[in-house]
């Protein structure tokens, strides 16, 4: 059965300083993709990043990059220069073609404070 | 371009009723996908259709169905609701058959089961 792990339940940073949220998954297929979302307090969840597997450059997006280790099944989301919007739960997901669903990790509650 | 939409945003609902829950993509969305998110459990998938097919479906009970129409809106039911069905409910479409795309989510309904 393919699945998604997040060991950090919840997180907190200092505004300005880096952070990096964990995210390991298991599956035997090849090929399949990875991202991870946002949803702050009381509002809808947004993408923050994606990753194809298939792609060995880790995928950026402004201040939040990943660091995806094919070979240990582990996609990790670092987060520059923290702000305090930045604060929300954060989920790790994972797809493959076919099977027409995303399955999420439990979530990592991040906390930036001032 | 709109977001993905959901309405009702709020339910109450007693144990033995019924429920319906409506999603409209964002234009030009034909798949549309359905996740039930609560504390204990994270986010689970319910179900998933494109051209008003249901490719796939989470491991949930006969009472938890859905259907999609020919214009991509999505509604789900929930038959004999017991206080276990209390969540929030999300829904989230993307562009094409692929099912690999990023998924949009919209804000949710959240069910109240007293």
């Known amino acids: 059965a393919q699945t998604v792990t997040q060991s950090q339940p919840e997180m907190s940073v200092q505004e300005a300083e880096t952070v990096t949220l964990s995210c390991t998954y298991d599956?035997?297929?090849?090929?399949?993709?990875l991202f991870w979302y946002k949803q702050p307090p009381s509002r809808q969840m947004i993408l923050v990043i994606r990753q194809e597997a298939y792609k060995q450059q880790n995928a950026t997006e402004n201040r939040f990059s990943v660091n995806f280790q094919k070979a240990a099944k582990s996609f990790s989301l670092k987060i520059s220069d923290s702000q305090l919007g930045d604060t929300a739960m954060y989920f790790c997901a994972f797809t493959t073609s076919g099977t027409y669903k995303y399955i999420f990790g439990t979530g990592t509650r991040l906390k930036v404070l001032a | 371009k709109a977001g993905v939409t959901q309405t009702p945003r709020y339910l109450i609902k007693t144990r033995g009723q019924q429920v319906t829950l409506s999603c409209s993509p964002i234009s030009g969305h034909r798949s549309v996908s359905w996740y039930q998110q609560t504390p204990g459990q994270g986010l689970q998938f319910l179900f998933e259709?494109?051209?008003?097919?249901?490719?796939n479906k989470g491991n949930f009970p006969g009472r938890f169905s859905g259907r999609q129409f020919s214009n991509s809106r999505s509604e789900m039911n929930v038959s004999t609701l017991e206080l276990g069905d209390s969540a929030l409910y999300l829904c989230a479409s993307s562009p094409t058959v692929a099912g690999t795309d990023t998924q949009y989510f919209g804000p949710g309904t959240r069910l109240t089961v007293l």
């Open positions: 599956t035997s297929e090849n090929n399949y993709y």
């Open positions: 259709y494109f051209s008003e097919t249901q490719r």
